[in-house]
C-alpha cells in the first residue's frame, strides 16, 4: 500500500468483498473511498426508499433535499458543490466536487 493517500478502504460491489484474481481483497483510495462512503450513507439513509411512489413534487423536492445535505455533510465533500438532477421519475445522477477530484454516481428508485 503506498502512503501518499489519506484515505484507504476495501472495494465493496453489491454487498460483497471485490478480490482481485489472486482472491486479495480490492483497496481503494481517497476519491473512491468518498465515493463509496458516500454511496453507503446514501443507501443506508433510506431516503431513496422514500422516493418510490411518492408524487407530490413538493415532497419529493423535499427528499432531494435531505439526500444533498446527507453527501454534503462528508467534511471531504466541497460544501456547496453537490447536485442531483432527476434523468427520469427513477433515475437520478449525483455529482458533488471533494477534496479528491468530482465524484458522478447514478441513483435508481
Known sequence: MDNSYLYS????IDDDLVRDE???PVFIYD?????QDIRHSIRESGLL?????ERSPFQRKMILSKLRILIE??????PGTSEMTSIDI???????????GP???????
Open 22 to 24: 489472486y482472491g486479495q
Open 103 to 109: 465524484i458522478r454516481m447514478g441513483a435508481v428508485l
Open 9 to 12: 478502504d476495501l472495494k465493496i
Open 49 to 53: 426508499e422514500d422516493l418510490i411512489g
Open 90 to 100: 427513477e433515475n437520478f445522477m449525483i455529482t458533488a466536487d471533494t477534496d479528491f
Open 31 to 35: 476519491r473512491d473511498v468518498v465515493d
Open 73 to 78: 455533510s462528508d467534511p471531504r465533500v466541497i
